[in-house]
């Protein structure tokens, strides 16, 4: 038996799960590209020969990595704040949030393989507990609305999406640079809208 998964299955850690999270804390730091089943194995400290006694292939592996890269990103954020927060502050948390997620995970997807994406996307979205960045924003939007924070007629998906959308565009280009005062725009455009009054 390799020595740390002799050390895995002694502290009560699956040797799955830490397969999985070596693999995620690699695709942190380089990405997917590349990256070997040999490299997971030696980083993980058993034969390369033990991943595939928990893997279909190289493929799923990546992409549980990848799934556990992300959820491990979201965790390392502040929390989002209560439903009693006024609008336009929590819009700006929201916002901050999607953009800091983003800039944290879109390097770990750049040259993904379409194998492993397409695996990645058959998981579900880890992304604020399953629900996914623009769901949880457009609950966080239709409860607002119920409660009459804002207009009754807030068309709470489209406005979600204006969101995550444009964090999702700033954070794909290259270099990553996220304009000065960009949440604070984003968040006063959908409030107050571009129409002349």
Do not use: S
Request: glycine share 10%; net charge negative; hydrophobic share 45%.
């Amino acid at each position: 038996m390799a020595p740390r998964r002799a050390q895995a299955v002694d502290a009560g850690v699956d040797l799955r799960d830490h397969l999985i999270g070596t693999a995620a804390r690699l695709i942190a730091r380089r990405g997917t590209a590349g990256l070997t089943v040999r490299e997971i194995a030696r980083e993980a400290k058993v034969a390369t020969g033990v991943l595939y006694n928990h893997f279909a292939d190289k493929e799923e592996l990546l992409a549980l990595g990848l799934h556990g890269h992300v959820r491990a990103a979201e965790r390392g954020l502040p929390p989002l704040p209560d439903d009693d927060e006024e609008v336009g502050r929590a819009l700006l948390a929201y916002t901050r949030r999607a953009l800091d997620l983003h800039l944290a995970i879109v390097p770990a997807f750049e040259n993904v393989a379409p194998e492993v994406l397409e695996r990645f996307t058959g998981l579900g979205n880890p992304a604020a507990g399953g629900q996914g960045l623009r769901d949880q924003l457009a609950a966080y939007l239709r409860r607002q609305r119920e409660a009459g924070a804002i207009a009754a007629d807030t068309p709470v998906g489209a406005a979600a999406t204006m969101i995550i959308g444009a964090c999702h565009e700033v954070t794909l280009r290259a270099p990553a640079v996220v304009p000065e005062g960009f949440a604070e725009d984003l968040v006063t455009i959908v409030l107050t809208g571009i129409q002349v009054r």
